[in-house]
């Protein structure tokens, strides 16, 4: 029996854009300010800068996000956007050429 794989492959503008978004849904925040960076490491790990004006100064936060909340972030900009995404596959996110990347693997029914 054949199985399908399948590679969605996201800039750095949509990365940035999925992280933003989900952000915003999730009940404990962990961005502030405005996102300055925005970097998917080999680690998996996303490391994020924000700028947060606090009064007359602008200071940096630097942050870390975990390889799940980059996988939930990335699935729900595919939602968002109406990129067809199977439920049943397993999820798994990637670095390919310096971009994420949500690999999806979808096993034959027996």
Same mark, same amino acid.
């Not at 989900?22 to 998917?40: F, T």
């Given at each position: 029996?054949?199985? @399908?794989?399948?590679?969605?492959v996201f800039s750095r503008e949509e990365?940035?854009?999925?992280?933003?978004?989900?952000?915003?849904?999730?009940?404990?925040?962990?961005?502030?300010?405005?996102?300055?960076? !925005?970097?998917?490491? @080999?680690?998996?790990?996303?490391?994020?800068? !924000?700028?947060?004006r606090d009064g007359?100064?602008?200071?940096?936060?630097?942050?870390?996000?975990? @390889?799940?909340?980059?996988?939930?972030?990335?699935?729900?900009? !595919?939602?968002?956007?109406?990129?067809?995404?199977?439920?049943?596959?397993?999820?798994?996110?990637?670095?390919?050429?310096?971009?994420?990347?949500? @690999?999806?693997?979808?096993?034959?029914?027996?």
């Open positions: 029996m054949p199985k @399908e794989f399948r590679q969605i990365l940035a854009d999925a992280v933003v978004a989900h952000n915003r849904i999730e009940e404990d925040k962990v961005l502030y300010g405005d996102l300055a960076s !925005c970097v998917l490491g @080999e680690d998996l790990i996303i490391r994020v800068e !924000c700028r947060i007359g100064n602008l200071r940096s936060l630097k942050v870390n996000l975990t @390889e799940d909340f980059a996988l939930e972030a990335l699935i729900r900009y !595919c939602l968002e956007n109406n990129i067809p995404i199977p439920r049943s596959g397993s999820k798994q996110l990637r670095l390919i050429d310096d971009e994420a990347c949500l @690999e999806i693997s979808i096993k034959p029914r027996v």
